[in-house]
């Protein structure tokens, strides 16, 4: 084989470094758009990775960075519309770059499920993210265990739940829980005890996400099983009195509670509206909003 002279070699290193140096100058003469801008200049599809060429996973962790940047301000922030309109782009943009990049799968499932004012409340698209992740990783059992916890606590569907659990657990290295869970799901439908049983699972998991997720959830059923408390209370009340009471201080005055009751997790109250004697959760509370399953 013949040898590269080393002249050659030379020149094409300080080619490179005038190269970069140019791109440098080219940086600071032409400012980069603010990190808000909602503005997606590269779309997904294989002309993305042709920009990057090799750059892919480099590339990848950017827009992965965006998109949490993204989530994260859009989640505290007071706009009223175009809320989370990147989100599902720049993680369609983030997973074709680099194909098997697990967190991107994971946790953009949760944030593009997430209920609003939390997010988008786009559970399709958590499971359309997550069947691109098994396209490419079809034994990955995590991605399948995901998209059957999307579509028992987001959108209700427990039949479609269970029958992803058993997926799940038919891929190598599944854990056995997955199997008797699957089981369970089908039988208990929607109901709290299946979702409470779900939930104690996952919150085992390896990854923080999935356990402060679970963990949340769980808080979730508490103040929905302390609401259906609270309105038998009330119905106490009437039962005893003849007539509903006004606020919380009348039924603590009639010894059925010791005081206006409060949501532990975020100590936020519970309200009651005499008109429609309903109990429902103050607006203050981080756990809005509830999800809608039985008892």
């Known amino acids: 084989m013949r040898r590269v002279p080393l002249w050659i070699g030379i020149a094409v290193v300080a080619a490179g470094i005038g190269s970069a140096a140019a791109l440098l100058h080219a940086r600071e003469a032409v400012p980069l758009p603010d990190a808000d801008a909602r503005v997606l200049f590269v779309r997904p599809g294989p002309a993305a990775r042709r920009v990057f060429l090799s750059f892919d996973a480099i590339a ?5 960075i965006r998109t949490i940047q993204h989530y994260g301000r859009d989640r505290h922030s007071l706009r009223t519309t175009g809320r989370f309109e990147l989100l599902q782009p720049l993680l369609d943009l983030t997973t074709t770059l680099d194909p098997h990049f697990n967190l991107a799968y994971r946790f953009g499932a949760v944030f593009l ?12 698209q958590a499971i359309a993210l997550l069947e691109k992740g098994l396209s490419v990783a079809p034994n990955r059992w995590q991605y399948a265990h995901d998209i059957a916890y999307v579509n028992y606590w987001y959108t209700g569907n427990a039949l479609e739940a269970a029958r992803w659990f ?13 199997r008797p869970l699957a089981a369970t799901t089908r039988a208990a439908g929607g109901d709290r005890t299946g979702a409470r049983l779900l939930l104690h699972e996952m919150a085992t998991s390896d990854q923080a996400y999935i ?13 929905l099983d ?3 408390r609270l309105t038998a209370i009330v119905e106490q009340y009437h039962t005893r009195t003849d007539a509903y009471p ?4 009348d039924v603590v005055s009639a010894g059925l509670l010791a005081g206006p009751p409060v949501e532990p997790t975020s100590g936020a109250p519970f309200l009651y509206d005499a008109a429609t004697h309903a109990v429902t959760l103050s ?4 756990l809005l ?3 809608h399953l039985g008892r």
């Open 60 to 64: 990848a962790d950017v827009y992965w």
């Open 113 to 124: 499920a997430m209920d609003p004012p939390n997010g988008p409340g786009r559970p399709d």
């Open 166 to 178: 058993e997926k799940a657990a038919d891929m190598p290295g599944a854990p056995e829980w997955l």
């Open 211 to 223: 356990r402060q997720t679970a963990a949340r959830s769980l808080a979730q059923l508490d103040a």
């Open 226 to 228: 302390a609401i259906d």
């Open 246 to 249: 006004h606020a919380w201080s």
């Open 283 to 286: 607006p203050d509370s981080k």
């Open 289 to 291: 909003p509830l999800p």
